[in-house]
């Protein structure tokens, strides 16, 4: 995925709820699901097709100023490709 | 609260009727003892006990749920709860009407099973006509924008076509194919000299299924699921005992399993008598075989028991007579011996056409 202009969707298979039991938001699909941390479910959130990924790091960089931004670049691109994996994501361009 | 023994999944059999008469049937083999189906008030509770206690998957399943007329009603409910609802169905009685109605009051997948990709055989398997039907259905999900599983319960008259049957997904653009290994329990069991492979043909379809999943990933989930009769160990049943997931039966029976009840000397309850977190966290049937206590030798040493806890309770009961032991399908069990002496058979009858023993479920409860 090149993180220019790509701007990834979830699919609309994919249904994020909170989870009231442990605090954390769940990613529902098709008789699976994913637990999110903090991190990945405002990544998550952000996968709207609207946010390109370098926009999505931009954000995220402001939102979690103690985190280095490689970390946030690591942590964006290993749950992205995660969802991609799992066939959740829907790159738009 | 701990999330060790926490269901995220509800499986709803909503009723044990169904126009198809598959020879490996999960349903229990006296269906005309079977009492009345619970209705939609009773239903649509659960639903709602079940979310309380953590539930955020519903499965509607049967015998085949689209013949409850309070389908609609039901589905409606779920999503009200907004639970991740997956409609598992032959495809049979279904329109592109009612498909769509269901659709628009909140059902998020379709799981759709054939038995061949070849429409004589998958009638014959189906002891009724309906492949030509369950094309249309599968049609009808993806057209419909819906996310579609399909799903195949593997056996030695069908395995042979594994390329045939990931074509045939591809082609309906599925979102999933379930290439499910029967499992010998209930009808499958009673039906095992003319169902269980070889381990040749296991082999083969479970390279082909691999080749699939690496070529397919990312558009299309390819699930292969092992048979333990060829694996070494015993398959992680249900995720273990009372731990991920809750059954309901038709009759409103709460259970670990499709099968428990089917297990002697083990008491459950109806959620028509007792909430179903009371059920779930104090049941003495729930209870059974949870945790490390009731665990037997080889298990209660072994460092796999936090990954399989002993296997499936169902098939150690059905094979050895006693639920308590190690699943036989263990090649440490004491019992294993039984599972090789199927392995044995199945070779030796290569290509003898042995005939299936159908469920008869006309005599069952209707609403």
Redesign the interface.
């Known amino acids: 995925m090149t993180l220019t202009t790509v701007r990834p969707r979830l699919s ?2 994919v ?1 994020l ?1 909170f ?1 009231r ?2 605090g954390r938001h ?1 990613l ?4 699976r ?1 994913l637990e999110l941390n903090n991190t990945a479910t405002a990544i998550a959130r952000l996968c709207t097709g609207e946010w390109t990924i370098d926009e999505m790091l931009n954000h995220l960089a402001r939102a979690y100023d103690d985190v280095s931004p490689n970390e946030i670049r690591r942590e964006v691109c290993e749950f992205l490709d995660v969802l ?4 959740l994501l829907q790159a738009m361009s | 609260m701990n999330n060790e023994h926490r269901p995220y999944t509800l499986i709803a059999e909503l009723t044990y009727r169904c126009p198809l008469r598959c020879p490996y049937c999960s349903n229990p083999w006296d269906l005309a003892e079977h009492g009345n189906e619970i209705d939609t008030d009773t239903w649509l509770r659960v639903f709602h006990e079940a979310e309380e206690l953590g539930v955020v998957q519903l499965n509607l399943t049967g015998g085949e749920p689209l013949l409850r007329d309070d389908l609609e009603l039901l589905i409606e409910g779920a999503g009200k709860l907004d639970l991740y609802t997956n409609l598992i169905t032959s495809g049979i009685p279904l329109t592109f009407e009612r498909l769509s109605r269901l659709h628009t009051l909140g059902l998020d997948s379709v799981q759709v099973s054939i038995q061949s990709t070849r429409s004589s055989v998958s009638d014959r398997i189906a002891g009724a006509p309906s492949f030509n039907r369950k094309l249309d259905a599968m049609q009808w999900v993806t057209a419909l924008g819906i996310p579609l599983t399909m799903n195949v319960v593997l056996h030695r008259e069908n395995i042979s076509e594994i390329e045939e049957i990931i074509a045939l997904a591809e082609r309906v653009s599925a979102d999933r194919l379930e290439l499910a290994n029967t499992q010998y329990l209930g009808w499958a069991l009673k039906n095992r000299a003319a169902l269980l492979p070889t381990r040749e043909q296991i082999e083969r379809a479970r390279t082909v299924a691999a080749e699939a999943k690496m070529r397919l990933r990312g558009k299309m989930e390819v699930l292969f699921i092992t048979p333990d009769y060829y694996s070494e160990y015993p398959k992680s049943c249900m995720e273990g005992w009372g731990r991920r997931f809750i059954v309901v039966n038709p009759e409103g029976l709460a259970l670990p399993c499709h099968l428990a009840h089917t297990i002697s000397g083990l008491r459950f309850e109806h959620v028509t008598q007792r909430r179903l977190a009371d059920i779930w966290h104090h049941s003495a049937g729930f209870n059974r075989f949870r945790g490390d206590d009731w665990l037997p030798d080889p298990c209660r040493t072994c460092e796999r028991r936090a990954i399989d806890f002993g296997g499936c309770r169902c098939q150690t009961f059905h094979v050895m007579g006693d639920a308590d032991m190690t699943d036989p399908a263990c090649s440490l069990a004491p019992g294993h011996h039984h599972i090789e002496s199927a392995r044995t058979q199945a070779g030796r009858t290569t290509g003898i056409p042995v005939l299936f023993e159908y469920r008869t479920g006309r005599g069952c409860s209707s609403r």
């Open positions: 609309p298979k249904r709820r989870d039991r442990t769940l529902l699909y098709p008789e699901g991609a994996d799992r066939g």
